[in-house]
């Protein structure tokens, strides 16, 4: 399976973007998905998943504010980030895996490259 993310950009604090992850090599409608972040410096952290069956998960950090989804169709996974803060600035990436959802990056085994979202305050 091979990922493609998209969408990053600069936007000031309060605002929204929508990233979105093309998968291509393999239908990924039985995978769970997910996202993580790196902010520099920083290790990779949980930011979203959604299970094959449709069960989601959040970091608390961004609970009420992201919402990740899936079209299977398209196969195209998506975060869409509202209210974002500053301390959202990070590389986005975009992870899939047959097998469930994990909170730890190096249980998921196919990455996209990341996306680079800045916020400015």
């Known amino acids: 399976v091979q990922l493609q993310a998209s969408g990053g950009g600069l936007v000031q604090a309060g605002g929204s973007l929508r990233l979105s992850c093309a998968a291509s090599?393999?239908?990924?409608?039985?995978?769970?998905i997910s996202w993580f972040r790196q902010a520099p410096g920083k290790e990779r952290e949980f930011v979203a998943a959604?299970?094959?069956?449709?069960?989601?998960y959040y970091a608390d950090s961004v609970k009420g504010r992201f919402t990740i989804s899936r079209d299977n169709g398209k196969n195209t996974l998506y975060l869409q980030m509202n209210t974002l803060e500053p301390e959202d600035t990070a590389a986005y990436y975009c992870?899939?895996?047959?097998?469930?959802?994990?909170?730890?990056?190096?249980?998921?085994?196919?990455w996209g490259q990341g996306t680079l979202v800045t916020v400015s305050s």
């Open positions: 090599g393999r239908t990924f409608g039985d995978y769970a």
């Open positions: 992870a899939t895996n047959p097998r469930g959802v994990y909170y730890q990056a190096a249980r998921w085994d196919y």
């Open positions: 959604m299970s094959a069956r449709g069960s989601y």
